[in-house]
């Protein structure tokens, strides 16, 4: 079955560090991957996409993903955490042959402390 | 300005009851989702439209009906059938291409009494 795992519920990080969230996939063939942002309440918000090309990907607030082939994986990432980035956060994907749906991760908790 | 909108922002509903969750979007998109979000976990597809008077079930589509009249609408019903209804529905919009991302609305937050 295919599937998209983000294996951390929750992400903690001090204000001004660096941060990674991460997502693998498991799915047939090339996807289409895709970080979006849900603050509380809220509906997502697209941040970024990987197409095709190079690996790392640039999106909104300052977020970029690297896309890694071998390890099936696309880990969000930001260089200098801010408060305002705490968020729920889920990673999708699409495989090339798929009808038009979308596969998503559970979501991680990221809490940014000041 | 460009959007999806959904209303009601809360909804409540008595049990036995149908309620209807609308999503309008003036983006111009072919494609509209809708989905269900519950605590914990990620969003799982209700049903879906590519085009105007057609629509397609997703995972959880038992219990819920919806329709595609307008290409700007795309309501959600949910029956008195879905036995567990509470949660937060989030309706979508997209270009009917693979690589192209979803756009989201406020979503409604139902609550079963």
């Known amino acids: 079955a295919q599937s998209v795992a983000q294996p951390e519920d929750q992400v903690n990080v001090a204000e001004g560090n660096p941060l990674t969230v991460k997502c693998t996939y498991s799915v047939s063939g090339n996807p289409y991957l895709f970080w979006y942002v849900q603050y509380p309440n809220r509906g997502l918000q697209f941040l970024l996409k990987y197409i095709t090309g190079d690996n790392l990907v640039k999106g909104s607030y300052g977020f970029e993903a690297e896309f890694n082939k071998s390890q099936t994986s696309f880990h969000l990432k930001k260089p200098s955490a801010l408060v305002s980035d705490s968020a729920l956060y889920f990673c999708a994907v699409r495989p090339m042959d798929s009808n038009y749906q979308l596969i998503w991760g559970a979501g991680t908790k990221l809490i940014i402390k000041p | 300005d460009g959007g999806i909108t959904q209303s009601p922002k809360y909804l409540f509903r008595k049990e036995g009851q149908n309620v209807t969750l609308s999503c309008e979007q003036n983006?111009?998109?072919?494609?509209m989702y809708w989905y269900r979000q519950d605590p914990g976990q990620g969003l799982r597809l209700i049903y879906y439209?590519?085009?105007?008077?057609?629509?397609q079930k997703g995972d959880i589509a038992e219990g819920y009906s919806v329709s595609r009249e307008k290409k700007e609408s795309f309501p959600l019903t949910v029956t008195s059938a879905q036995k567990n209804p509470t949660a937060f529905y989030l309706c979508?919009?997209?270009?009917?291409?693979?690589?192209?991302?979803?756009?989201f609305g406020p979503g409604t937050r139902l609550t079963v009494l």
């Open positions: 983006l111009n998109h072919d494609a």
């Open positions: 979508a919009s997209s270009i009917e291409r693979l690589h192209n991302e979803q756009f």
């Open positions: 439209s590519q085009i105007v008077n057609d629509f």
